[in-house]
């Protein structure tokens, strides 16, 4: 395929990649900055102070052309500290759930034990139908996407979050986003500040959003705060550890930050002084170390999962290869870790899933490569005594858990057995559910009527 210059074009994968044949030594030296610099945030911080993007929000709100959905005292939020020592608050009740599609459709014991922990901190929430996905994959995976497209689908979300309550005789506001995705995180924070800073696509998606109805009094709705759900956990930690049932101490864990999470739009995501002294991102460590889990450290804590979205399509063995030799290998053999945990939905399947390549490296002298990768607040579940099967679900996991299960004293053979009588009844049609299902209010089919509203005690 060739460019205007009549020159082969560079997509950089497919056939271009090319082993670089770099001995041991100089493939450590040439990856050694990470070590040297990474550790300290200095490729984050050595730099101008970049702009807070809310200073230029609560701008155009001042000049009546958008409206933002605040984090109110209604969503009990409690403040963390971000990069540059911004604060920025995070809702702990009231709300909404953006769902990832990646998690319910491949790992479905991650959302379900979002809800558990809900549930067990009696944290009101809604878990609505009436959602999409955020289409950044189709974005990063494909590069046929377009900026106003993403906008409009970001936008119209979050707007049904801002409305959603009115189905129960609540104002408009009521309940807030969380967003479960990694990867739709990292998108909207990306989209938010394109949308803040441009008056050409806030002026394009205006139209596309009034076309269905998405406008607040003609006005665009954006988001005070983007928030992810490790960031729940985070600022919830103590409360969580508070209902610790089972003793993580002996349990080596590792962690994966996820770049959606905090490397797009790093200004905004969360460090933490007393979470290995503020120098790396402090979600999912942060509940690790409450649990009273041991945290060890890696080489290659900061490579991505190999997943790469492009990779994962074009060049699928390229993704297999590193999340083995650059991620689960090295925890293994380095770290000797018992769990590696993670807060992406990519980053999991990928690193979760493809262990099974390590048989075929004859490097590897038929070592067998079997790491749990799972979510931290699936890990923190289980801590307080979540189901290993019904709630958990690591079943749905290719990497076998029942190391990690012994090493915490669950009795997995008995809560297997559990979960297969369970699923008897299920097969009757007696299945549990973790809330009234009728409470997934949506504007569709399942749109809660005035008279059930009346039966549930919602008016």
């Known amino acids: 395929m060739s460019n205007t210059n009549d020159q082969e074009r560079f997509t950089g994968h497919g056939s271009e990649w090319r082993d670089s ?115 950044a994959w189709n974005y990063h995976g494909s590069g046929i996407g377009n900026i106003e497209s993403l906008a409009a689908v970001f936008l119209r979300n979050f707007h049904q979050a801002y409305v959603a309550a009115k189905a129960e005789g609540k104002p408009e506001g009521y309940y807030y986003p969380l967003v479960h995705c990694g990867t739709s995180f990292g998108n909207y924070k990306e989209v938010r500040e394109y949308l803040l800073l441009s008056a050409e696509l806030r002026e394009k998606v205006k ?8 406008l607040v009094d003609g006005k665009l709705l954006i988001p005070e705060e983007v928030v992810h759900y490790s960031e729940w956990v985070h600022i919830m930690r103590e409360d969580i550890a508070a209902r610790q049932t089972i003793d993580a101490s002996n349990i080596r864990a590792t962690i994966h930050p996820a770049c959606h999470v905090y490397k797009m739009v790093p200004q905004d995501v969360i460090y933490d002084d007393d979470v290995l002294d503020g120098n790396r991102v402090a979600v999912s460590t942060g509940i690790m170390q409450s649990l009273g889990a041991q945290i060890i450290d890696y080489s290659t804590w900061y490579d991505c999962c190999g997943f790469g979205f492009r990779h994962i399509i074009s060049e699928r063995e390229f993704t297999r290869s590193f999340a083995i030799d650059r991620k689960i290998k090295i925890a293994v053999d380095e770290a000797k ?51 290993p099967f019904k709630i958990i679900q ?66």
């Not at 139209?207 to 998405?214: C, E, P, T, V, W």
């Open 207 to 214: 139209s596309i959003l009034g076309k269905l109805d998405r």
């Open 394 to 459: 690591s079943h749905w996991h290719a990497s076998p858990m029942e190391n990690l299960f012994d090493k915490m004293g669950i009795d997995w053979r008995a809560k297997k057995a559990e979960f297969e009588d369970y699923l008897k009844l299920v097969e009757q049609g007696q299945q549990e559910n973790l809330y009234d299902p009728r409470r997934r209010i949506t504007g569709g089919p399942g749109f809660i009527k005035p008279e059930e509203r009346v039966k549930l005690g919602m008016q």
């Open 21 to 135: 044949n770099l001995s041991e030594a100089d493939a450590l030296t040439a990856t050694s900055w990470v070590e040297q610099k990474i550790d300290k945030r200095s490729m984050l911080t050595n730099k101008d102070r970049v702009h807070d993007i809310r200073d230029a929000m609560w701008q155009l709100e001042k000049e009546g052309e958008i409206k933002v959905h605040r984090v109110e005292d209604q969503h009990a939020p409690r403040m963390a500290k971000t990069l540059y020592g911004w604060d920025k608050k995070i809702p702990t009740r009231q709300l909404w759930h953006h769902k990832s599609c990646g998690q319910c459709g491949n790992i479905p014991g991650y959302p379900t034990a979002l809800l558990w922990m809900m549930n067990e901190l009696d944290v009101p929430y809604l878990d609505e139908t009436d959602q999409t996905s955020c289409t």
């Open 337 to 387: 870790s018992d769990v590696m945990i993670g807060h992406d939905t990519g980053c999991i399947t990928t690193l979760d899933k493809n262990q099974w390549i390590a048989k075929a490296d004859e490097r590897n002298e038929g070592k067998n490569y079997e790491l749990p990768v799972i979510a931290d607040i699936q890990f923190a579940a289980l801590a307080c005594g979540a189901h």
